[in-house]
């Protein structure tokens, strides 16, 4: 049926070469395996520009998330499309996760091969090749198991099409989606997704498995006008799974599934969903779907995040790249080397962080990214001090939204906090 995946284990022989881009010349054809002893430091021995995380924030952020989740009596999915590193999510399942969460057929097969066994596929999966495969994976490897979305009797009606075509097997798992008006797939309000719940439940190709929505459409900002809203959507969701574990729709084998939950308002999640969790009708599984979490960042999410203000205890940003200065062709402007091909534009503007002349690291005052070209930076210095920044100055600057920084990078060098290469991790976008 052509199921199999091989396994992309985090342990698998790779090898460094000229595919992975800013690595050592020297490096070619090194096993990754000998990345932690070959001695390198990031600002000597690298190309510019690179991407590069660090180990201490990533350590801390995993842990701090586990413990979250075990507090809060809740599982974790997280949205494994963030770094599509087998390194990365290799940690996050040994870390507690209940499941990967993708957004395609495709990534949730990569999350298969990078050792998950569950998958939450985050979106309507109508695509027939996708679902069929979908469909055989759960069929030929009993402890896979793959959810999909649905929105509308619509979607229920192609789905029962295509898997009425498969030889039979298990049910596909399946959650209603609930979306908010202006927003993506989802059902618009509470008798749509219970009418939905209820198609999906009489469908014998289907199993009812819960229901599920997204709430970062709604804003990102953690402000009473965002949050109200935030959580009265998420209240939606339960009202809907209530009305349908009161007219046992659900299997029984299972708990009804609550999923909501990015990077930005999971805790408004917890407490709606979790608030007064006795009076569910059946047993409840609580699952947000965080991806952003593993690596946080220096814009949106560091100032929307749930621990926002603890410095002890918040999320660190965890992605940097780093940059050189090419050019400081009039006063006010410094030129440097990273691009829309090297680090992520599409929320905010990166944020220059740190000079490194030398030997010598500082912080940076008053130096603003202005806007990128394919490999150019263009930073504004006009209010930095005199000769904040020159030329061959290295730059380090913090991301934000993480996600499409990662999938500029085949490779990415792992540091201590003294700069130090550590490891290295994959990518597969």
Not at 66 to 84: D, E, F, L, S
Request: contains cysteine; proline residues 7%; glycine residues 8%.
């Amino acid at each position: 049926m052509g199921v199999t995946i091989p396994a992309v284990e985090a342990t698998d022989t790779w090898t460094i070469d000229w595919r992975c881009k800013s690595f050592p010349p020297s490096a070619e054809g090194m096993p990754a395996a000998d990345v932690p002893s070959a001695g390198w430091r990031l600002p000597s021995d690298f190309t510019t520009p690179v991407a590069a995380l660090t180990e201490s924030a990533l350590a801390h952020n995993l842990a701090l998330m586990q413990q979250y989740c075990g507090n809060h009596g809740v599982r974790i999915a997280p949205h494994g499309k963030t770094t599509m590193s087998p390194e990365l999510i290799a940690r996050q399942l040994e870390h507690g996760a209940w499941a990967m969460t993708a957004a395609t057929p495709w990534q949730a097969r990569a999350m298969l091969g990078f050792g998950a066994r569950r998958v939450i596929i985050a979106n309507e999966c109508l695509d027939p090749v996708g679902l069929r495969w979908v469909a055989e994976s759960m069929r030929a490897d009993p402890d896979v198991e793959i959810f999909v979305f649905a929105d509308s009797v619509a979607a229920v009606e192609s789905m029962r099409q295509v898997l009425s075509e498969c030889s039979s097997g298990r049910p596909v798992p399946v959650l209603v989606e609930m979306g908010v008006p202006g927003g993506r797939a989802g059902a618009r309000d509470t008798a749509v997704a219970v009418e939905v719940g209820r198609a999906v439940a009489a469908a014998p190709e289907l199993e009812l498995a819960g229901v599920a929505g997204f709430e970062g459409v709604i804003g990102s900002r953690r402000v009473p006008d965002v949050v109200a809203p935030v959580r009265e959507f998420l209240g939606t969701i339960r009202e809907a799974a209530e009305q349908l574990m009161s007219a046992e729709a659900f299997p029984a084998h299972r708990p009804a599934i609550l999923s909501a939950g990015g990077s930005a308002f999971f805790d408004q999640v917890v407490e709606v969903f979790t608030a007064d969790r006795h009076r569910y009708p059946r047993p409840v599984e609580v699952v947000i779907r965080s991806g952003c979490y593993i690596t946080h960042d220096h814009g949106a999410y560091r100032e929307v995040s749930p621990f926002a203000g603890d410095a002890a205890h918040d999320f660190r940003p965890a992605l940097h790249v780093w940059s050189r200065v090419l050019s400081t062709p009039e006063p006010g402007l410094a030129i440097v080397d990273a691009g829309k091909r090297d680090i992520s534009t599409d929320g905010r503007m990166p944020v220059p962080l740190s000079r490194m002349r030398g030997d010598s690291l500082a912080a940076l005052s008053g130096v603003v990214v202005d806007h990128f070209n394919d490999q150019h930076g263009f930073l504004h210095t006009a209010a930095a001090p005199e000769g904040e920044l020159q030329v061959g100055d290295l730059v380090i600057m913090g991301v934000s939204h993480p996600c499409t920084t990662f999938d500029k990078w085949r490779a990415i060098p792992v540091v201590d906090d003294d700069h130090r290469v550590v490891s290295a991790i994959r990518t597969y976008f």
